[in-house]
């Protein structure tokens, strides 16, 4: 990582008006964040990992109805990846909205998947046997963590701690929670997954805002060729570049 | 009601690499060859927006259409199958080229050993050393014979590579030099060769520089764009059929590719084949294909599910062990190690499919087995293929899976961790086997083929025994920390692991115990050639296709000779 990079990477952190170090990623401070992105005016707030004032006209709901189910989602995402002396958790990083497109396309249809029955609960070896698809699972399963936040702590999810939201979503990981149709741990497993591919994909997918989530990483996305590079020594830190800018390549 | 088309030389169910080759070789020959391909056609533009992990990777743009047509899997007998409703395991291949447009290019040949297995193990160990309940049996080829075979593969795609000591004789060297070393492959050959083991560059696709094929076809140099594996190559660089085979079977004016067009039966009259019906998927019409001579290059499942539907061939069955059709599927076992470095960042992000260097002190019968309780072994190798960040997050044991701690391990060691891999050989058993499914339905109407497979106590032994020679490889490398991979337990078809599949229509001298004659040819039906490592009568510890290609020519030969004078061919 080269000393640039860090320095704008603190600097990033610094702005953004958490100091590197300290407790980020409470479930607190993370549903702040989800208010900020929810409920601020996009157009002055998400400047900041969009890199402009560019109005965002995909921060919209594509499969989501109401902002109360797509904030649990968020605060959820952001204790999977959350913001720390890296860089950028899951909401500055657009995920949220990574997975409400992702949700209203073919993968929560389950478009090009195998959906007729006869259905049957299979082993673990055996993969998906849900008959709903993905966008029904999400649905149930972000109902379910609301109802067991009301349930364990009359709160709503946003407003539990981090450690509160991390317990609740530990018993969906280890299928301690019963839904009607899939699992717990099935849905936990997708958000994870989906969550990780919201942070890492393409930012023409919403996600990986301003590619943060590659500078992190120090992938440097969409690059042509490294045939000048695959020889070399030491490692090569080199600046990302989208798809997007490959266009008129 | 179907309608009847004229009658063709020769019709290949599917167009990828065998579908290619048969293609190439027999319009050129003078022969009317028409490809039936159910999904689309495509080329080298197509790629050219390609760099795209979560459309190409993960949602597999490329792959088969599982709501149309996918298979149902159980680990054993009592168990229900069920579909596999999403990719995973493997990855099967659809549209112009299959599965050889989205493969990495780890072109190895298989070792004479493979071909010997029965005769050379009960040679030197007694009969007792292949355990009951294992269909181990020697191929009905040798090495030797199949030798020109590789050799013509390899020339149709320029494979770049180097001298292995420990492999069979080539008659001829690579016909490209090795790609590019890395610093992490260097790494890898300094520490083998301390440790008394030949290391060779892995034969490789992606070629090191530009070449032109038997053909005249261009294959242009590789870049190590590190999209490969999974991904179509933008530069013309990794060869595959569209680009290799397919143009110098258009070239000939004697072929026709019918894209959309799903096969759903082989019209078998009870001794030989009269041709194939399809249906248009896009128009919903019928047609009958009648051709002279009938290829099965729609890859092991369906290559299997089409000798079930039409009935050709004894079936197997499990209870006694009698029948030949879907009996000897097989898979491969992943032994390795992962090695995390404190101090050193790799370009792990570089690379290209085929980029990687491999010893085969561990294949075959290349170390004594006298006091080892499995048979054969499998290639150790590092390789560099270009990882990808959303699915490489590698975190020491005891990360959790997810939040803060997840995150800084899974960033920091992205670029941190080297892992030394191997393709354990897998041998039949008489518990894995595929056949119909009694319940499930394909978009045609057509039964989906049930998988029943489980790994054997031979793998988890070959597991164990190749784990902890890759350990010491990664050890020896300088790993601050090694974590060897796991003990096997029950298969699951869930995460990917290798698009190696292979038997189901096995070949041999014997048509008691094969499908398929060495020319696969099959045995019930003489104009029926069915091609692909559905003919493995066990999967070898490399790469498949190599071997695929070979027998493809092998089979293309056999057409010609059948064609003149009918018949056996053996
Ligand atoms: C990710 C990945 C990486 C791989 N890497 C390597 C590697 O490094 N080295 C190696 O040796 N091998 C590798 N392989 C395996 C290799 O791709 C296959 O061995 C090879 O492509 C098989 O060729 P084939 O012609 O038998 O089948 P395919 O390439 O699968 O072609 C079969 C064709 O038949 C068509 N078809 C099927 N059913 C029908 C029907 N009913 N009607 C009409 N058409 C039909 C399909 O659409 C397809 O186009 C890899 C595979 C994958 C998925
Ligand atoms: S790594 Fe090489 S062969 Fe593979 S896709 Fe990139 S340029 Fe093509």
Known sequence: ?249 | MAKTLPKVDVVTVGVGWTGGILAAELAKDGMKVVGLERGKERSTEDYLHGHDELRYALRYELMQDTSKETLTFRNNRKQRALPMRQLGSFLLGENLGGAGVHWNGQTYRFFPYDFEIKSMTEKKYGKGKIKDGYFVQDWGITYDELEPYYDQFEKACGISGEENPMAGKRSNPYPTPPMKSTRSLDKFTKATKDLGYKPYRIPSANLSEPYKNQYGMQINACQYCAFCERFGCEYGAKSDPVISVIPAAKESGNYEIRYHSNVTEIIYDGNKVTGVKYVDVQSGEEFIQPAEVVALTSYVMNNVKFLLMSNIGKKYDPKTGKGVVGRSYCYQILPGATGFYEEEQFNTFMGAGALGTSINDFYGDNFDHSDLDFIHGGVVSITQTGKRPIANNPTPPDTPRWGKEFKNNSIKYYTRTLTIGSQGASLPYKENFLDLDPTYKDAYGLPLLRMTYNFTQQDKNLQKYITKKAAEISEKMGASKTVPNPELTDYSIVPYQTTHNTGGAIMGADPNSSVVNNYLQHWNAENLFVVGASAFAHNGGVNPTDTVGALAYRAAEGIKKYRKNGGSLV
């Open chain 1, 1 to 249: 990582m080269s000393e640039q990079e860090k320095y704008s990477r603190r600097d990033f952190l610094k702005k953004s008006g958490y100091a590197a170090g300290g407790v980020v990623g409470g479930g607190l401070i993370a549903s702040l964040i989800t208010m900020q992105v929810m409920e601020d005016d996009p157009k002055t707030k998400n400047s900041q990992t969009n890199g402009g004032s560019e109005d965002q006209f995909n921060d919209a709901f594509m499969f989501f109805t109401n902002r109360d189910d797509f904030r649990v989602l968020a605060s959820s995402c952001e204790r999977i990846f959350p913001e720390d002396e890296n860089g950028p958790g899951a909401i500055k990083l657009g995920v949220p909205f990574f997975i409400d497109h992702q949700l209203a396309g073919p993968w929560g249809n389950n478009t090009k998947e195998y959906m007729q029955g006869p259905f049957y609960k299979g082993e673990p070896t055996q993969g998906y046997q849900s008959r709903m698809n993905r966008g029904e699972i999400f649905r149930v399963g972000i109902k379910k963590l609301k109802e067991k936040a009301q349930s364990d702590y009359e709160k709503s999810f946003q407003e539990l701690s981090a450690e509160e939201q991390d317990k609740i979503l530990t018993a969906f990981e280890n299928d301690d929670v019963k839904i009607s149709g899939t699992t717990s741990a099935e849905f936990f497993e997708m958000m994870r997954a989906a969550t990780i591919e919201g942070v890492y994909a393409d930012p023409m997918y919403s996600g990986n805002r301003n590619m943060e989530g590659w500078k992190m990483k120090q992938f440097p996305g969409a690059q042509m060729s490294y045939i000048g590079k695959i020889e070399s020594d030491k490692f090569v830190d080199i600046e990302p570049q989208s798809l997007h800018s490959m266009l008129n390549k």
